[in-house]
């Protein structure tokens, strides 16, 4: 019976041998590291790498996951492609360099870029390196192509002078799951610099964008994805900093997270759309500080038929920033209007400057073609469709003033002019001159506002507020300057909450009424 024992024994520590064998093995599989030089990479920054460092991801994936390791230097490449498993891993002082070669950006289903995925899964790039496009000097080969004829874009934009097509991206990810990148640095994209389209359970953080080499250089571009978080990422870009989207009816962004980032833009800093045929809901934005940045600080957007709902943004602070805050829902695109509900904007510090804020820019946002004053925030659903349930609280927001009647005038008798542009583009700048200073609100329903401090630091002739068509308007603890009266104007309002002992100036309660209706 003993020596049975003993056998019995011995066979069940030998079973716990090789599974610690088996574990170990995995373990090493999926942690065993493939030098790209190994595989006949140079890091000279002249000879093309592509094919030697897909071989090192092709083989890392077939051996079932591991770390495709870039060592210090600079490795010249086309389009690779990343598979389900691998880790693209940047030593400090490794340079993963774009060709500006356009034939070395072959479409791979239908996506044309640097680093492309494509229903990939646990997939990551990391490490202290960089990803460097070499964008402006492959955005204008392109570009050449179209004007001596080897190669025609269709739709070249002659206005713009730039191409549609062919520019591609730096990273683009579509239909992955289990995505994660984190403290590299991204920069020069010839087009928007990193792309999520159709991905789950999104990891972005720590990353660096600096990415101001051409037209389009948007920061990160979350499109149609579920479970997202991107934190302490770093972003200076040539088009929006963080930009969700929904490019396709069907497309959900859902359970996004984005928070502790650092933003500036020669256009939007976070924005919802342009492209907005899907949904987008359950978005928390907190801890963002925005600077230099041409157009808003936040922009949500509905004008291709999305539903946006339950959005929650707090402690955002920008400076040096065009505008504060935007929300439109529009109808360029779709069978009918989508919607905006439910939507708190909280904590936020603004301070807006009279001229343009990225005028230290090489690539600056396209100006108006029209004369106006400074713009004010703009909250604007269109006729018949109603922006829902707005919550705006601790808002203040500094604007220049100096607006001048003789460079544009709309009267408060003429509310009816004010622009209704409801096919245009969503930008603060979409209705023309204004008829307020510090916020213009329209076709709402349900609006709540809460310790809001409006400052001029010129004089101003027009309101701070204008609401008109709006319904369930609450109005408590608003400051304004001191000087001012009629500031809080009302057309077609209905069912309004004004706590007038809490309408302060500068801290002392208003003497003489300052809200007017109009017809």
Known sequence: MIKNKNIFSNGIVLLFLLQLSFNVQIYAQKNKEYLVTTYGAVADGKTLNTKAIQKAIDLADKNKGGRVVFSKGKFLSGSIILKSGVDLFFEDGAVLLGSTDPNDYPKYEEIRALVIAHGSKNISISGKGIIDGQGRALALAVDSLHHTGVKIDPNYNYRRLRPSDGRGKLVSFVKCDAVKMT????????????????????????????????????????????????????????????????????????????????????????????????SFKNVTIENIQVFDTFRSAIAIESVDGAEIENIKVSNITAVNTGNAILIRLGHRNGDKPGYIKNVSIKNVKVRVPFGRPDIDYDLRGPEVDYFHNPFPASIAGIPGYSIENVTLEN???????????????????????????????PEFTMFGELPSWGFYVRHVNGIDLKNIKLILEKEDFRPAFVFDDVTGLVMKDINLPSDKTNQIIFKDVISVNLDTEALKQKDEPRQNTFVLPVK
């Open 183 to 278: 403290n590299v640095t991204l920069k020069n994209s010839p087009g928007w610099v990193q792309c999520f389209e159709q991905c789950t359970n999104i990891v972005l953080d720590a990353i660096k964008v600096d990415s101001r080499a051409y037209w389009n250089n948007d920061g990160i571009d979350i499109d149609g994805c579920e479970n997202v978080r991107i934190t302490n990422c770093d972003v200076n870009s040539a088009d929006d900093g963080i930009c969700l989207k929904s490019d396709s009816p069907g497309l959900q962004n859902n359970n996004i997270y984005i928070a502790n980032c650092s933003i500036r833009s020669s256009a939007n800093a976070v924005k919802f759309g342009t492209g907005s045929y899907g």
């Open 395 to 425: 808002i203040e927001i500094t604007y220049p003033g100096r607006a001048s009647k003789g460079m544009a005038y709309l009267p408060l008798s003429r509310l009816k002019d004010v622009l209704e542009n409801i096919k245009g583009y």
